[in-house]
């Protein structure tokens, strides 16, 4: 038996440097996963504060319309509906806060409307879409549509 | 139109996320288990003939084996990140399974199984050499210089059990490979159970032939004779291995063409077009039926050593190229069409980019530069052969 053990003992060496390789894969492990990893699913609890610190930069369609309630009357009979302010002015968070302070700029027509009315032929065939160098030759958008209801 | 687009493709599959470097991917991962396999039939399946390989096919699957995983940290946007798959494993991820399959193939089946093979060898080197090499053997040898006849029987089992736990451990490595593939559902290319089967035993078929190519060339470089017995044992296995492989894909093909989804035309068509020189001619006629055939003629007819040794060669070269054609049918194939199958898109490979041609290139020269250290520090060649020569 011990003759055994002294000609299998050189296999205890590999088997010594695996579990070193464990032990060091568990402490770089334990050093870089982030406490409380996978508590409420497979992300780190933090984010949820750290998520919650950033920012509002989004005041809502509500804050527009308080101010904006004729803009809000037009765009709401209209095909513009169901887009909401932002989506078109940006983030005003800091706007609809101190409305003074923070005068937003309008946005540019020339690189807004095309962003979702260029053709492509991916779109569904009922979406109005337009090739803009054909259909306005160049001119603004806002000359002929009402970007807030879109009729001519 | 958007160039190098025919039809109506989805946006988002115009421009093809996986590219030249995913293909190298499996086809690095295959080697790695055709060789393992190799060396097992003379570890487990006692076929002595191929004993001057066996060494030799460890090297191989060890140096393809450390390059496997470079592909796919290339073509990460924050390689660094990928550890996260062994540090926070996601269960669903198929990947994540895939990375430790893979370390335990490095670190339990193939180290283990290199360091009892040349224990002695390492011993002794230790013992022989002198300055920087011997600190790097007497590392080696983990401190023990215990070689005693009974300490390398016991080393002997110990390597067979490795052995025979490694065989299913390279046919999970490679068959997750095609198991990432086969489980895209949502590409009818790529979505098939025999998927994990076809990327195996095509794996085995370009392992085996690498190994032959290697051991032929390593032979002609030392101007030592080639065992015409040990090439053509491995030159027998590669046919058998190559007709279950053939049959397989075949099969698939049938499989496709009788069961006609709503995906057959459209993937028929681009067989018939855009893929009709890498599929047709390179895969099925250059790499599969041409080496198929050179290799039945050898187990039909007997020819002179000479003859034998450049059929040989050319039938292992065409397998490479076949299979890594394979690798590229898949993997760029199942990317050209639109899953609208009304559409499809055009691959061209990038020259000096992070994932272009030279990138690809170094890739696959890497493990043969470690192969090469590999063999100066671990010689693989038998006493035997040194006497031949």
Redesign the interface.
């Known amino acids: 038996m011990q003759k055994f053990i002294r000609d299998s003992g050189h296999l205890i060496r590999p088997a010594i440097v695996l579990l070193a390789g464990l032990g060091l894969f568990m402490v770089i492990r334990a050093a870089v996963v982030p406490k409380g990893f996978g508590q409420y699913g497979h992300y780190r609890p933090g984010a949820l504060a750290a998520i919650r610190q950033h920012p509002v930069a989004y005041a809502g369609q509500g804050a527009c319309v308080l101010c904006h309630d004729e803009e809000g009357k037009v765009r709401a009979s209209g095909k513009h509906a169901h887009v909401a302010c932002e989506t078109c002015h940006g983030p005003l968070a800091k706007h609809a806060d101190d409305p003074g302070a923070n005068i937003p700029k309008l946005p540019t027509v020339a690189t807004l409307c095309v962003r979702c009315h260029e053709k492509d032929t991916a779109k569904p065939k009922t979406f109005p879409q337009v090739v803009s160098t054909e259909h306005s030759g160049g001119m603004a958008c806002n000359q002929c549509h009402k970007p807030h209801n879109p009729q001519l | 139109m958007i160039p190098g687009v025919d039809g ?1 493709m ?2 988002n599959e115009v421009e093809l996320q996986w590219s030249l470097l995913i293909v190298l991917y499996p086809f690095v991962t295959g080697l790695v288990a055709g060789a393992f396999i190799l060396a097992s039939l003379e570890r487990v399946f006692k076929v002595d003939a191929v004993r001057p390989t066996y060494r030799l096919a460890l090297l191989t699957a060890l140096a393809f084996l450390l390059v496997a995983p470079l592909p796919l940290q290339l073509h990460l946007g924050h390689p660094e990140r990928s550890f996260e798959m ?3 494993p ?1 269960r669903s991820s198929a990947m994540a399974m895939f990375g430790f399959v893979y370390l335990w193939y490095l ?2 089946v193939l ?2 199984e290199i ?1 009892l093979e040349y ?1 002695s060898d390492i011993v002794r080197l230790a013992e022989s050499s002198k300055g920087f090499l011997r600190l790097v053997y007497r590392a080696l040898t ?3 210089m ?1 070689v ?1 006849p ?2 390398l ?3 002997d089992k ?1 390597g067979y059990a490795v052995t025979v736990i490694g065989i299913p451990s390279a046919f999970l490595l490679h068959g997750y490979v095609g198991f990432i593939f086969g489980s895209i559902k949502a590409n009818p290319w790529w979505s098939t159970p025999l998927m994990p089967i076809v990327f195996l035993f095509s794996a085995m078929v370009s392992g085996i032939a690498a190994v032959l190519l290697l051991y032929m060339a390593s032979m002609k470089l030392k101007k030592w004779p080639i065992d015409m017995r040990c090439a053509d044992t491995i030159a027998k296995y590669l046919f058998y291995t190559f007709v279950i492989d053939f049959t397989l894909e075949m099969l698939d093909l049938i499989h496709r063409t009788y069961e006609s989804d709503e995906s057959f035309r459209s993937l028929d068509f681009m067989v018939h077009t855009r893929l009709w020189y890498s599929h047709v001619v390179l895969q099925i006629c250059l790499g599969t039926v041409i080496p198929l055939a050179l290799l039945a003629a050898n187990q039909l007819w007997k020819f002179r050593e000479a003859k034998r040794r450049v059929m040989y060669v050319t039938a292992c070269s065409l397998t490479m190229i076949g299979i890594f054609a394979m690798r590229w049918n898949v993997v760029i194939g199942g990317q050209l069409f639109s899953k609208s199958f009304l559409g499809y898109t055009t691959y061209k490979v990038d020259l000096v980019t992070r994932e272009g041609l030279l990138a690809a290139i170094a890739l696959m020269l890497l493990p043969f530069v470690i192969f090469f250290v590999l063999v100066k520090l671990l010689p693989p060649w038998q006493e035997s052969e040194a006497h031949k020569a």
């Open positions: 109506f989805y946006p062994y540090t926070t996601h670190t339990v180290l283990l360091w224990r983990l401190g023990s215990n005693s009974d300490a029987r016991i080393d110990v």
